[in-house]
């Protein structure tokens, strides 16, 4: 009786879980940094947001996202942490307030500082409390 319960509770699937977006932009991001393609072919479904699709181009990688709440700034954290861009070596504007036709939204825009073709790391959010769009373009050194 108890193999037979047993046996049947491991032919059930388990569903598995929509990863949250900031999850999502590490993961993906990693993959970028490491030369493997980001997991692609459409929308994914995430857990704090309507959606998440990730791309990959001859320059840049990164992701789009509809439906996230901004939040104190931990997309921004994940993408830096994910490509290296915490240090001095990076400079540029981290969560600066621009309006556009949008309406407000924050953008952070870093490039590395040396090298010949530095990388540049680019996240567009909605502010904290709001639901928008997530733009993040990651352009690897090179």
């Known amino acids: 009786m108890i193999s037979t319960l047993f046996v049947a ?9 929509a990863p949250d977006l900031t ?12 030369g493997r393609d980001p997991v692609s072919g459409g929308m994914l479904d995430v857990a704090d947001a309507d959606w998440a699709r990730p791309f990959r181009n001859d320059h840049a990688c990164g992701l789009t996202a509809q439906g996230w709440t901004g939040d104190e700034g931990a997309l921004v954290a994940a993408a830096r942490a994910a490509v290296g861009a915490e ?10 307030l621009r309006v556009n036709e949008s309406g407000p939204a924050l953008w952070t825009e870093l490039e590395q500082v040396e090298g010949w073709a530095p990388a540049s790391l680019r996240v567009i959010e909605p502010p904290a409390g709001r639901t928008g769009s997530v733009e993040i373009h990651f352009d690897p050194a090179g």
Request: charged letters at 20%.
């Open 87 to 96: 240090g001095p070596e990076w400079r540029g504007a981290v969560r600066e």
């Open 9 to 17: 509770l491991t032919l059930v699937p388990v569903p598995q879980q």
């Open 23 to 34: 999850t999502l932009v590490r993961t993906t991001l990693e993959q970028c940094v490491s």
